[in-house]
C-alpha cells in the first residue's frame, strides 16, 4: 500500500498532467490545425447519444410556421388567419428593425395589436465581462480550470443595449432575446446550449425568447426554469421539424392543411425555415445542432434557428432537463484514474512477471477503460439526463501508459544519475 500511495507515483501523475497541458498549448499554437480543431473540438460524445436516446411524441403543444420569404404583409396575413383560431401565444423569431413600405408596416401593426399574446426576437448587444477576466493587475490570463475554482469570482455578463425590432412593433409586443451561444464564436459550433437571462447596463434583465414564451403560456414553467438559477441550460433535443406540428409558408393560406383544434390554445412559432428556392447546404439562420447526421467533418448546418428554440420550449415544458456535473468533479475524476493507472503502469514496469507484457498489457488496459468512460457518459446522458465531460480523463488515460515508460526510462534515470554526481562530490 505504501508503494502505491508514493511521491514516485504522485509525481508521475502530475507529469502526465503537465505533459497534457503542454500538449494542448502546442496543438493550439498550429495555425494549420485550426479548421480541425474548430471542427473535431467541437465534437462531443453527447452528440451522437441524441441519437439513440428514446424520442418524445411529436409535440401537439407547438406549431411551427415557416416565414419564408414573406413581406411584411404576407407575415401580418399569416397572423390574422392563425389569430382566428386562437392560439395561446405567437412568438415570431425575426427582427422588424425599420420602416419599409407604409401600408404593410400598417397591416403588420394591425395584427400584432389583435395578437393578445404575441413575442418578437430581441437581441443583447456588446457584452462586457465582468469581473476582469485577468488576474494581478491585468496582467495574467487564468485558465478554465483557475475560473472554475471556488476562489474565482464568477463571471458576470453585462450588456450594453437591447437591440429591438421598430417601435411600431416593439411597442405592441413582449420580448424575448434570441442570442445563441455559438454566435461569432465558430462557423463548425454545435449549438447544445441556451442562454437564459441576461442583464442590462440599465440594470434590466431580459429572458430569452423561449422562456419567455414559455412564461405567457404557463409561467409556473418558466418559474421554475429560473429557479434553477442556470446562466444557460442543455437544450434536450426533440428533433427537426418531425417533432412538431409544422405549416410552410403557404400552407397556413390553405385551411385544408390543419384544423382549428391544431392550433387553438397552442404555442405559434414563426421564423424562417427557407425560402421558395430551397438551399441545399447553408441558408440564413441555420445552425449545427446534436441531431446532425454527420457528427465528424461535417459540411452542412441541420437545424433552423426557429426550431432550436421550439425544442428549448418543449423541453421546458416538459421540465424535461439536463443537469451537467461541474467540470471540477470531472478534473477530480481524471486526477483519481491518472493516479490509479500510473501506480499500476508503475509496478508492472519493475515486475519481473510484467515488465515483458508491458506494451500489450498497458494498451489493453487503456482500452478498457476509455471504452468504459465512453459508456458511462453515453449512460448517464441517456438514461439520466446528466451530462458529464470525461474528455481529460479519457486523454490522461490515452497518455499515461506510454508517460510510464518515459518517465521511468528517462527522467528517474536522470535524476538518480544527478544525485549519484552530487554524492560523488
Known amino acids: 500500500m505504501k508503494r502505491f500511495f508514493s511521491i514516485k507515483n504522485l509525481v508521475g501523475t ?46 401537439q403543444r407547438i406549431v411551427v410556421v415557416n416565414i419564408g420569404n414573406l413581406n411584411r404583409a404576407g407575415i401580418a396575413q399569416q397572423i390574422m388567419i392563425l389569430n382566428q383560431y386562437k392560439p395561446k401565444v405567437i412568438g415570431i423569431d425575426a427582427f422588424f428593425s425599420s420602416p419599409k ?22 437581441k443583447v448587444m456588446d457584452g462586457k465581462v465582468y469581473p476582469n477576466d485577468k488576474m494581478f493587475w491585468g496582467l495574467l490570463e487564468p485558465s478554465d480550470f483557475i475560473k472554475e475554482m471556488s476562489f474565482y469570482p464568477k463571471e458576470k455578463v453585462v450588456w450594453d443595449s437591447l437591440r ?4 411600431l412593433f416593439s411597442n405592441l409586443a413582449h420580448s424575448g432575446f434570441v442570442n445563441v451561444i455559438t454566435e461569432g464564436d465558430s462557423d463548425f459550433e454545435t449549438w447544445r446550449e441556451e442562454p437564459i437571462q441576461e442583464t442590462l447596463k440599465s440594470g434590466k434583465k431580459e429572458i430569452c425568447f423561449g422562456a419567455k414564451i414559455v412564461q405567457l403560456y404557463d409561467s409556473t414553467k418558466t418559474t421554475k426554469l ?29 385551411d385544408q392543411k390543419y384544423k382549428p383544434e ?29 441531431m446532425n447526421k454527420i457528427q465528424v467533418g461535417r459540411t452542412t448546418p441541420d437545424m433552423y434557428g426557429v426550431l432550436g428554440h421550439a425544442n428549448f420550449i418543449s423541453m421546458v415544458l416538459d421540465e424535461d432537463y439536463i443537469d451537467e456535473v461541474h467540470n471540477s468533479s470531472s478534473y477530480i475524476i ?9 501506480s499500476l503502469f508503475n509496478y508492472m514496469l519493475h515486475s519481473k512477471v510484467w515488465e515483458p507484457w508491458y506494451d500489450g498489457a498497458s494498451k489493453s488496459i487503456q482500452l478498457v477503460q476509455l471504452i468504459l468512460l465512453g459508456y458511462l457518459t453515453y449512460y448517464l446522458f441517456v438514461d439520466q439526463n446528466l451530462k458529464i465531460d470525461l474528455s481529460v480523463t479519457a486523454i490522461v488515460v490515452l497518455f499515461s501508459g506510454d508517460l510510464m515508460e518515459l518517465y521511468n526510462g528517462f527522467l528517474l534515470t536522470q535524476y538518480k544519475r544527478v544525485k549519484t554526481l552530487k554524492r560523488s562530490r
Open 14 to 59: 502530475i507529469t502526465v498532467f503537465v505533459t497534457v497541458w503542454i500538449v494542448g498549448l502546442l496543438a493550439v499554437s498550429l495555425d494549420f490545425l485550426n479548421v480541425f480543431e474548430q471542427i473535431l473540438g467541437d465534437y462531443n460524445l453527447t452528440d451522437l447519444a441524441f441519437h439513440f436516446k428514446e424520442k418524445p411524441k411529436k409535440d
Open 262 to 290: 391544431d392550433i387553438e390554445g397552442k404555442i405559434i412559432v414563426m421564423g424562417y425555415l427557407g425560402g421558395e428556392t430551397i438551399k441545399p447546404y447553408w441558408d440564413d439562420d441555420k445552425y449545427y445542432s446534436p
Open 226 to 254: 429560473l429557479a434553477r438559477k442556470n446562466p444557460y441550460e442543455i437544450i434536450n433535443y426533440r428533433g427537426n421539424k418531425e417533432a412538431f406540428l409544422y405549416l410552410d409558408t403557404y400552407e397556413v393560406f390553405d
Open 101 to 122: 413600405d407604409s401600408i404593410g408596416d400598417a397591416i403588420l401593426a394591425e395584427a400584432l395589436a389583435n395578437t393578445e399574446n404575441i413575442v418578437l426576437g430581441s
Open 164 to 167: 429591438k425590432s421598430y417601435a
Open 334 to 342: 481524471a486526477f483519481i484514474l491518472c493516479f490509479i493507472n500510473v
